[in-house]
């Protein structure tokens, strides 16, 4: 009997058999020998990034003329379209509004925390994307418990459906106070409603619970992947739904063949028809954008539709050109899908999603994120309804199939802009061809004048904040707003997670480091239009939000987190924000601190990653707590 290539962290084989089944078991050591391919491919991303920064080059185009890695394709024959793409399938052709969120909450019972299921499959959403990355904590065994609840929502477990029928109650509840009518007739019926979508994480991180024999880490994208298809493709394909996962923090064509390979090689273990897995890309990094139909062709049949969302992307193009001092973002406010660069990723995103592949087929584009929750005043909810709808609508126009909600209640808010206009989607419509010019490029880091002020470092700091401590309290999803509009119900919170704290550091070192001037006066803060954005006032701004999170009520920042995970996410954002070497990832100081609560540990670690980072590049993603007590 050959050795075991993996192990699993103590007793969570056992507490979790329902998830590691001897069939994903079997599955993840089938597909173990990808590991390697991931990490050298990683290595690489650090290898460029750290070699634009030196040659103060911008990301480029591919050579035409070059084969796109791990494929036999060629640069020019993808931008043609001369590839074998997917055809769309029946339940995926109707996507007008997708909502996202876990299946799971942190430290929660099973008949509490499968209730955020019960919530998305009643919700009324053509499609929920379960969540296993930006929006779903990893503290304690919650990608576990995540995994175990979409498998006992789809399989219809007992559990589950005696949730379900109390949560259709609570929700007409709502509907019939908001809406003045129920949303949920036949609950059972409205269960088989919405497609079943599951996004893994990144390539870019270790699995928490999963390593090698050997003790190295190994793939959270590969676990994810394998645990909710093998759980889970029987009962899909019997009931008719497709087997549909989101792939997020793709950069270039390379990653996107070697997603193709995990694919595969888990479709031949369980003797699936080949593209038999279904992928949307979320189109969240700017050196994506440069290879968009590269991507396409690379995950061949695979591939059904690209995503467009703004926090992560914003952070991709600061992160690119770190190194560029004129390079400077305004309030992330002002950074709208009509903005500068954004409006060119998204138009080059539309090109790409209707240029068709060699039999015609054309792929589904998914619009952004509506944060905005119907919670707050009459007249705080009525404004924030009336952009919601304002942000379908655009996107509608600009040809979109369907966007994304970040809470169960917008769903019949926003989809009635689909409804009205009635088609199933708007693939194929005509859009002028992608080019690849000079221009092009620039596009793709076009800056355009909007403001800079004191009132956006706070609203930058006080949300970095606030996100990190949710984070290490095991909320990777939270409805934040900055600390100044706490007890004001006028100001909506927003449903937030991991790229919201991303860009917002990002945006922070980018003001700190390349010495950014504020355009407005702040007399509060003694600040003058022009002046700079210094170390001290820096600082100065971090510890007056710090302060203000400190003397919040509890509704706000739990009163258990302000001498626990609070001052380690304001050492955090001190230290990311304040090194001359930007680091790539917040959520990498976050991840090693999962568990901890003690400062000076906290500390050390942080030292630890920034030292080694410095070093040679390495990135420290793996568990440090493996071999501590589950």
Known sequence: MAAKKLEIRGNLGSAYADVYTPEALAALEALAGLDADRKALMAARIARRAARARNKQRIAFLDPQATIARTKIKVQDARAGAFLGAEIPKDLQRQWIQGTGPAAKPNAPLENSIRNAAYALLSGADGWMFDGEDALGQISSMSLDNQRNLKLAIHRDPVFMKVAEQVAGEMNKWSQGFFGRPVITDWKKQLDFTTKIFRARGLHLDDRHVRHAGGASFSASIVDATLYIVNNHRRLRESGSSLVLYLPKIQTAEEAALWNDILSALEQHLSLPDGAVKVYVLVEQVEECFQLMEIRAALGKHFVGYNTGRWD?????????????????????????????????????RRACNTPDQRGQFALWQGGMEPNIPVG????????????????????????????????????????????????????????????????????????????????????????????????????????????????????????????????????????????????????????????????????????????????????????????????????VAAYVVDDIKLPWYIDLLNINLGNHDLTEAKRRIRLLADAFRKDGTRITENLDFGAPT
């Open 313 to 349: 992307y914003i952070n991709s193009v600061s992160d690119a050109v770190a190194w560029q001092r004129e390079f400077v973002n305004p309030n992330i406010d002002a950074i709208t899908m009509t903005y500068g660069y954004m409006r060119v990723y998204e138009d080059r995103v």
């Open 377 to 572: 005043s009459e007249a705080g909810v009525t404004s924030g309804m009336k952009r919601a709808v304002a942000g379908a609508e655009r996107e509608q126009r600009e040809g979109a199939s369907g966007k994304w909600v970040a809470h169960w209640k917008m769903v019949h808010i926003v989809r009635p802009v689909w409804e009205k206009v009635g088609q199933a989607n708007q693939m194929g419509r005509k859009f002028p061809p992608l080019t690849y010019t000079s221009a092009d490029a620039d596009g793709l880091f076009l800056l355009e004048p909007a403001p800079r002020t004191v009132r956006g470092a706070r609203d930058l700091l006080s949300v970095g904040l606030q996100y990190g401590n949710a984070f290490l309290a095991g909320f990777q999803a939270a409805a934040l707003k900055p600390a100044d509009y706490f007890g004001n119900d006028d100001v909506l919170y927003l449903m937030e997670d991991m790229a919201t704290g991303e860009i917002r550091l990002s945006i922070l070192w980018e003001w700190l480091h390349k010495n950014a001037s504020l355009t407005a006066d702040d007399e509060e803060a003694r600040v003058k239009s022009g002046d700079r954005f210094t170390p001290e006032l820096c600082q100065r701004l971090l510890a007056e939000e710090y302060e203000k999170l400190r003397n919040a009520g509890n509704r706000d920042v739990h009163d258990s987190s302000k001498n626990t995970t609070l001052p380690i996410a304001r050492e955090i």
